[in-house]
């Protein structure tokens, strides 16, 4: 996950991701159609875009809690109960993915709005 938070969460994603001139040109939307091959120099950035997005959802996806309620309790997992008396969890990559968190929403905010 360091490859990961440490391009997802530099100064340069962050600003790219919260201004909008900065994103179109981040990412090529602003750019005449040519050759992919030989003119696409924002092909890169798609790409780090796609791996951190890919990674930010393969860890949440594969991330699990012990399967025993009383394993779940002694590692934290169980943060209360419902009032019917289920347990609620916790995800075990939250604490790594909330740091994450400000970013995703606002690419997404992004894609919602094309």
């Known amino acids: ?12 994603m962050h600003r790219v ?11 090529g939307a602003d ?13 890169l950035n798609r790409s780090r875009i796609s791996f951190c997005v890919y990674t ?6 594969r991330a699990r ?10 590692g934290g997992f169980v943060v209360g109960y419902l009032s019917n008396g289920n347990p609620i969890y916790r995800n075990p990559c939250a604490e ?12 997404i905010r992004w894609v919602k709005l094309t």
Not at 17 to 27: G, H, K, M, Q
Not at 31 to 42: F, H, M, T
């Open 56 to 61: 930010i959802l393969g860890v949440v996806k």
């Open 96 to 107: 790594q993915v909330l740091k994450l968190l400000d970013n995703l929403l606002a690419l």
């Open 31 to 43: 750019n005449k159609i040519g050759e992919p091959v030989l003119e696409d120099s924002c092909g």
């Open 1 to 12: 996950m360091s490859p990961v938070s440490n391009l997802w969460l530099s100064e340069e």
């Open 65 to 74: 809690w012990p399967t025993s309620l009383e394993e779940a309790k002694a």
């Open 17 to 27: 991701l919260v201004e909008p001139d900065s994103f179109i040109s981040y990412v």
